[in-house]
């Protein structure tokens, strides 16, 4: 008789919170592996899919498009550690962000980054506490675990989470972005109009390194170039992070994915100065579009871009400034650059991400 299907568990709690961009990752590693498993009637003999949620979290799992179960009580992290261990119990549990049940064992999670115990200072007391209390026992504990590219997984094993012979690399996708339409709504409410611009991510984590954007863009060069920052931080905490913000600096707030691919293609280029990142989804987003990036070289970032970015120094202003003048005065670089940039951000599909997902429950 052919043996029973694995039925694996995907913690949902992701979907009660704010989206972010490991959630993204979540949901789109989600429905891919769905529709592989859906699709191949080998592997759907070998794999049952769920997804479970807390019931904070049904809203959301109803726009998955796959089977979801609402499971109690609790919500939070005492739903994530107690409610769904017990009630999974005989299954495996991954969990694509972060955080997975500490003391069950049957299972898989994703640690896109070490980012906790490489830049500590962007992340509060509480929060570094417990990811340096939980991370390494899901290490040792749970039967494999993933992250988004080589530079995560040796970091992960340098700083005590988990070896290298049980931590798999599962790169992002990045192609979402083509399936959505742009909409200029933002452009015209932020009065984008000829002048060029630079965007870039409206983040006061230290390790994000915006600052040194700050600093380019009160240099003279730059002087008739605007940066757009998107996200949720405001002038006033740049300020209270001790930055000075110059005039030229626009903060756009939340953008919908529509407006971002708009401010993308209508943008000079997209600037990202982090000093560490585990896999570096922006600058891919951007170069999916057709969108130039310039980008340290740091962390995951030249694993990520390879030779399809402007790489400029972490710490030297100027450089920057230099290289976003010599994109928008050189229009053949610019070009050359847009068309290596989509070139590198082809090979990173949600289908191949998923791919390596189910390969790694196959190969329990």
């Not at 107690?82 to 005989?90: E, H, K, Q």
């Not at 757009?228 to 931080?233: D, I, K």
């Not at 987003?285 to 970015?309: H, N, S, Y």
Request: proline share 6%.
């Amino acid at each position: 008789m052919p043996s029973k299907p694995r039925k694996v568990v995907i913690n949902g709690k992701f979907l009660s919170g704010v989206p972010t961009g490991v959630h993204r990752v979540a949901e789109e590693l989600i429905r891919h592996a769905k529709t592989i498993v859906d699709q191949d009637p080998e592997i759907g003999r070998r794999i049952e899919l769920s997804l479970w949620v807390p019931r904070n979290g049904e809203a959301k799992a109803k726009h998955m498009d796959m089977p979801y179960r609402v499971v109690g009580p609790f919500s939070g992290n005492l739903w994530e550690q107690i409610t769904l261990p017990l009630r999974a119990r005989g299954r495996t549990i991954v969990s694509l962000c972060n955080v997975g049940p500490m003391l069950t064992r049957d299972a898989i999670t994703m640690f896109h980054d070490a980012q906790v115990h490489l830049a500590p200072d962007s992340y509060s007391r509480p929060f570094r506490l417990w990811y340096r209390l939980h991370q390494p026992i899901s290490g040792r504990r749970h039967r494999r675990i993933l992250t988004v590219s080589h530079f995560s997984r040796e970091q992960l094993e340098r700083v005590g989470v988990a070896g290298l012979d049980k931590t798999a690399v599962v790169h992002n996708g990045v192609d979402h972005v083509l399936s959505t339409v742009p909409d200029d709504a933002a452009l015209q409410r932020l009065g984008l109009g000829d002048e060029p611009f630079v965007v870039a991510l409206a983040n006061t984590q230290p390790h994000k390194n915006i600052g040194l954007l700050l600093k380019a863009f009160s240099r003279s060069e730059l002087e008739g170039t605007k940066l757009v920052l998107f996200g949720s931080a405001r002038a006033g905490d740049f300020v209270a992070a001790g930055h000075v913000v110059p005039a030229n600096v626009v903060f756009a707030g939340r953008v919908s994915d529509a407006e971002l691919r708009s401010l993308y293609g209508h943008a000079l280029c997209i600037a990202f100065p982090s000093l560490t990142e585990g896999f570096g989804l922006p600058p891919l987003e951007a170069m999916t579009t057709g969108c130039p990036a310039i980008v340290a070289p740091l962390g995951a970032l030249p694993e990520i871009c390879a030779d399809a970015v402007v790489y400029a120094a972490a710490d030297d202003p100027g450089a920057w400034a230099a290289a976003i003048v010599r994109l928008n005065q050189d229009g053949d670089f610019r070009t050359e650059m847009r068309a290596a940039g989509e070139r590198q951000a082809a090979s990173f599909t949600w289908k191949r991400a998923a791919s390596r997902l189910v390969e790694e429950l196959l190969a329990l």
